[in-house]
């Protein structure tokens, strides 16, 4: 697998932005990994430290109870990504090329949801 993106590197991006999607209103998890080198089926753990060779870095951001979303960002340069807005799921394909790229998923993915439980103005 080629390997487009340092995920260590991601996730300290995703870190520093944690507590300003807090602030604006999201609940963001625990980050989750897989490890490459790991026996099918590979576990997806919360401890960075049990990871050898990390192929993928998860999180659940969560707006509302019906707003919500799944990313899992892959070093190969693609994510695994599902909504859940207004009880409907929506799943998307996103890819990226570096590490800036891929960070700008994870902030689509805090807009999109912000976006979902803010008052319309109907006027």
């Known amino acids: 697998m080629d ?5 260590d590197v991601v996730a ?24 490459a080198e790991a026996s099918w089926p590979q576990p997806i753990v919360s401890d960075r430290a049990l990871i050898v060779d990390p192929e993928s870095l998860g999180v659940i951001m969560t707006a509302s109870p019906s707003n919500l979303a799944e990313l899992v960002l892959w070093c190969g340069g693609w ?6 807005i207004d009880d409907q799921i929506h799943s998307e394909g996103p890819t990226y090329g570096d590490v800036a790229q891929c960070v700008a998923v994870a902030e689509y993915v805090a807009d999109r949801l912000l976006s979902t439980t803010r008052p319309r103005d109907d006027r």
């Open 3 to 7: 390997r487009l993106v340092d995920l």
């Open 79 to 84: 994510a695994d990504l599902d909504f859940v």
């Open 12 to 35: 300290a991006e995703l870190q520093a932005r944690r507590a300003r999607w807090v602030s604006r209103g999201l609940d963001v998890g625990a980050f989750t990994w897989r490890d």
